[in-house]
């Protein structure tokens, strides 16, 4: 299958700093990823979807000048964490569209970036 | 708008026995897909199976099968002879093909847990 993967893994940072994620479409290109946030024992929440070449796409309640998205080239999008406080700390979960022009392209999803926020 | 929605927290089974996930959704569309997301500790996101919504026939994959009952809007997942190794967090979600991006929208989850 379709390989995804996130960096870092793990992130810890001081408030007020920023911080960068990086997920990665190994094997395919992705003209579409999404961006997830999951609390703990919670379910994940959609952020955003990220075009390549355009931008992005925030759900509503999203503070898009706070999470910055680019999505520079088809197998790289980037979630900037602008000014982190401690309740930004969470899972962050990016995932990748399998292009094709299917009527369903299935989503494959990175191992996932834990901040915390100090 | 659409919704998952998934009744239990957390359910127990004992290995080898068999155990069924609940999961019911709302929509007004007649074509869209159904998924159950396996999510172990590591955290990583693993797709065990999916649903066309016009297929009558439940989807299977190995010890998973699916009781797909499309007029109730209920989707549940069984898991036979279950294992260790399925203890996780289990994600129902359903996706609507024809809307921009196939966006997944997932029910609230339920812990499994697997007693020796």
């Known amino acids: 299958g379709a390989v995804v993967s996130q960096h870092p893994s793990r992130v810890i940072c001081k408030s007020g700093t920023s911080v960068k994620i990086e997920c990665r479409s190994l094997?395919?290109?992705?003209?579409?990823m999404f961006w997830y946030r999951q609390f703990p024992k919670q379910s994940l929440m959609l952020m955003a979807t990220?075009?390549?070449?355009?931008?992005?796409?925030?759900e509503q309640g999203v503070e898009k000048d706070k999470f910055l998205i680019n999505h520079a080239s088809l197998t790289l999008s980037t979630l900037t964490v602008t000014s982190a406080h401690p309740e930004d700390s969470s899972f962050y979960i990016c995932?990748?569209?399998?292009?094709?022009?299917?009527?369903?392209?299935?989503?494959?999803f990175g191992p996932g970036t834990r901040l915390t926020v100090l | 708008a659409q919704t998952v929605t998934q009744s239990q927290p957390e359910m127990s089974v004992q290995e080898a026995e068999t155990v069924t996930l609940s999961c019911t959704y709302d929509?007004?569309?007649?074509?869209?897909?159904l998924f159950w997301y396996k999510q172990p500790p590591s955290r990583q996101m693993i797709l065990v199976i999916r649903?066309?919504?016009?297929?009558?026939q439940n989807a299977t994959e190995n010890r998973f099968s699916v009781n797909f009952q499309k007029a109730a809007k209920s989707f549940s997942l069984k898991i036979s002879d279950s294992q260790l190794g399925d203890a996780a967090m289990y994600f129902c979600?359903?996706?609507?093909?024809?809307?921009?991006?196939?966006?997944?929208?997932f029910g609230g989850g339920t812990r499994l847990m697997v007693k020796p």
């Open positions: 929509t007004s569309e007649s074509d869209y897909y």
């Open positions: 979600a359903y996706i609507v093909p024809r809307n921009a991006g196939n966006m997944l929208t």
């Open positions: 094997d395919f290109q992705a003209t579409t």
């Open positions: 990220s075009n390549e070449g355009s931008k992005a796409t925030y």
């Open positions: 649903q066309e919504a016009y297929k009558q």
């Open positions: 995932s990748a569209l399998l292009p094709g022009g299917r009527r369903y392209n299935e989503q494959f």
